[in-house]
């Protein structure tokens, strides 16, 4: 059972465009979600993370936006460039429990 | 600060042998991961070790895979025997301690033939 799903499976965004990826979660005991950036041949590596006490959280060209009632949360990655052509997971935890991941998010940034 | 170490890289195997795969966590990182991410597909755990002590171990399919962690610092992750659909990556995490970031390996590409 998928405990996170993430859409769109994958995404075009022309250079300097907004990349928007979306999760949506089920359990109301996550509290904890961060967002994984993976490039081909590597482990996914932390790109930033947010706790449901706040609605928002950015750090340079990237935000989380977090929607506790509707149990949703996006990234937003503004000025997006081809170097930020990866897959990209959502994730959620509980206390310290191991990250439950979506699906991942192809993005390609073209040119 | 050296990270998530993990080996081999890749392997091939033949369904019904066995195969291994090593990590060696962040030096200090108490709390230990193993995960296997299926190709198009996001990681899933398999195992959580705090120390030597296994915290969740729900996911692990306990008739053929089997993990150890000695001494609280390296682990190792065994299928016997192999199937078809154990063709995947195994990544291999550590976190300070559980409610901290976790750091993944390169992970071992895992080919079943």
């Given amino acids: ?111 | 600060e050296a990270g998530v170490a993990q080996s081999p890289r890749y392997k091939i195997i033949e369904k019904r042998q066995s195969v291994a795969f090593w990590c060696n966590p962040i030096s200090g990182h108490a709390t230990l991961y193993w995960y296997q991410q299926i190709l198009g597909q996001g990681p899933k755990l398999l195992i959580q070790f705090q120390n030597n002590g296994v915290v969740d171990d729900s996911q692990l399919p306990k008739d053929r895979f089997s993990a150890e962690r000695l001494k609280g610092v390296d682990s190792t992750l065994k299928i016997q025997p192999a199937k078809l659909e154990d063709s995947a990556v195994y990544l291999c995490a550590s976190s300070l301690t559980a409610r901290f970031i976790q750091y993944f390996g390169a992970g071992t590409r895992l080919s079943v033939l």
């Fill in chain 1, 1 to 111: 059972q998928q405990q996170v799903k993430q859409s769109p499976q994958s995404l075009i965004v022309q250079k300097g465009g907004i990349s928007i990826i979306n999760c949506a979660y089920e359990n109301t005991a996550f509290d904890y979600f961060p967002w994984y950036q993976q490039f081909p041949g590597k482990g996914p590596a932390l790109l930033i993370a947010i706790r449901p006490d706040v609605s928002e959280k950015k750090e340079g060209r990237f935000t989380i936006s977090f929607n506790k009632s509707a149990k949703q949360f996006s990234l937003h990655i503004m000025d997006s460039q081809p170097g930020d052509s990866a897959t990209y997971f959502c994730a959620a935890s509980n206390s310290g429990y191991a990250l439950n991941f979506g699906k991942g998010t192809s993005l390609l940034v073209t040119p």
